[in-house]
């Protein structure tokens, strides 16, 4: 089954503990990104990488760090966490068409930063 | 990517079809319109995408007009399990930076 998977699904932390968000794709797909949704401001990408070893800042890239090292794996790194962070994280991958892909989502991470 | 513009809210009984309409004023000549579904604390869902006319595929149909600067999501005899949120983007897609840009979206609640 195709799918994005990600892990944890709930995460509660503390101010300045790393963690990392992982993130899996079945599917050979290029293109990979993360997303934060907050209330009031939909959903905004923090990184995007569109393939091994190439990632890029999205709109809200501050607090965080990504690696792809693998095409299949694209974690999300918080090296010092802090509550402003707390949020709900979608990790999401999509194919090289361009136009006229679409795009595939994980379930999300609920994270919760005190 | 254009900016879209969709009703907030919409509620439906069961069995009727519902029609949500998205306009976007600004869309280019390249540009695909996607609808994605969102339930509760769940990542989006791609329903369709089109570029012009109708498409229609398992689980809804979109319409186009000629002008494009506006489409339709029409979801025949909805049940309880479609009340989410659905949101309409228009743009090149997600291949080059895989962002996409969502809006509000329409939260759509179907009562029984």
């Known amino acids: 089954e195709a799918q994005v998977t990600q892990n944890p699904r709930y995460l509660i932390t503390v101010t300045g503990k790393k963690l990392t968000v992982t993130c899996s794709q079945n599917?050979?797909?290029?293109?990979m990104s993360w997303y934060r949704q907050d209330p009031g401001l939909g959903l905004r990408q923090i990184y995007y990488s569109m393939n091994v070893e190439v990632t890029d800042k999205g709109d809200v890239p501050e607090g965080y760090k990504v690696s792809r090292k693998e095409k299949r794996n694209f974690p999300l790194i918080l090296e010092s966490p802090s509550p402003n962070q707390t949020s709900l994280y979608f990790c999401?991958?999509?194919?090289?068409?361009?136009?006229?892909?679409?795009?595939?989502f994980g379930q999300g991470t609920r994270l919760t930063v005190v | 990517l254009a900016k879209t513009t969709q009703p907030i809210s919409m509620d439906s009984y069961e069995g009727q079809e519902v029609n949500i309409t998205c306009s976007h004023n600004?869309?280019?000549?390249?540009?695909?319109i996607t609808w994605y579904q969102q339930f509760p604390s769940q990542g989006p869902r791609f329903i369709i995408q089109?570029?012009?006319t109708k498409v229609t595929n398992e689980v809804a149909s979109l319409f186009i007009p000629a002008d494009r600067k506006s489409s339709t999501l029409s979801l025949p005899r909805v049940s309880l399990s479609d009340t989410a949120v659905y949101y309409c983007?228009?743009?090149?897609?997600?291949?080059?930076?895989?962002?996409?840009?969502f809006g509000q979206g329409t939260t759509l609640q179907v009562k029984p």
């Open positions: 599917m050979n797909h290029e293109y």
């Open positions: 999401a991958s999509s194919t090289d068409r361009g136009r006229d892909t679409e795009a595939f």
């Open positions: 600004n869309i280019a000549t390249n540009d695909y």
């Open positions: 089109g570029y012009k």
């Open positions: 983007l228009v743009g090149e897609g997600p291949g080059n930076t895989g962002k996409l840009i």
